[in-house]
């Protein structure tokens, strides 16, 4: 018997809480319950989350009437929250990494080069599609050059699709 009492009693707060937002979403000019949000500050900073907001009108109807009696149904005319000071874009990315720009990468290729260090150029080299380094080997066959890199290249693309675990190992050079 007191739980039906009780359901009824929570009823009644969920009929006068809908009735009590609708007033706040007309007092603000706003289109839906979640505009109302912006107008309900939190005890952390910044103005309510709508999930929040949710979680409230089901869980303790009772604080969320207060918060809108007092933040928006009272004053003449409600004050926005500002919202919460949150971290910049790109705030979190890792100060450790390196930052090379295109000219960067180029200088250290072309010294890796002239240095002769087979293994960074490889690194250092733009990843070329199977398509794109049949098309160069082709054209430098027709001119009449033979450039070892770029087969060593097609040797190492066709390995690999073939075989992933063969992309690992080295693979059979021009030479």
């Known amino acids: 018997m007191t739980q039906t009492l009780e359901r009824e009693k929570v009823k009644v707060d969920t009929k006068q809480i809908e009735a009590l937002i609708h007033a706040a979403v007309r007092k603000i000019a706003g289109e839906k319950e979640n505009d109302i949000c912006r107008y309900l500050p939190v005890d952390t900073g910044g103005y309510i989350h709508h999930f929040t907001m949710r979680k409230?009108?089901?869980?303790?109807?009772?604080?969320?009437?207060?918060?809108?009696?007092?933040?928006?149904?009272?004053?003449?005319?409600?004050?926005?929250?500002?919202?919460?000071?949150?971290?910049?874009?790109?705030?979190?990315?890792?100060?450790?990494?390196?930052q090379f720009s295109k000219q960067d990468i180029e200088r250290m290729l072309n010294m890796a080069r002239l240095a002769g260090d087979k293994d960074m150029v490889r690194k250092l080299t733009p990843k070329k599609d199977l398509r794109t380094i049949k098309r160069e080997l082709?054209?430098?066959?027709?001119?009449?050059?033979?450039?070892?890199?770029?087969?060593?290249?097609?040797?190492?693309?066709?390995?690999?699709?073939?075989?992933?675990?063969n992309a690992i190992l080295p693979s059979p050079t021009l030479v």
């Open 56 to 98: 409230l009108k089901a869980e303790d109807p009772i604080e969320l009437a207060d918060l809108i009696q007092k933040y928006i149904i009272d004053p003449e005319a409600p004050t926005l929250v500002t919202p919460k000071p949150r971290a910049a874009r790109g705030s979190r990315k890792r100060r450790d990494q390196f």
């Open 138 to 165: 082709i054209a430098s066959i027709r001119h009449g050059k033979i450039d070892a890199e770029l087969w060593n290249l097609y040797v190492e693309s066709i390995t690999s699709q073939h075989n992933p675990m």
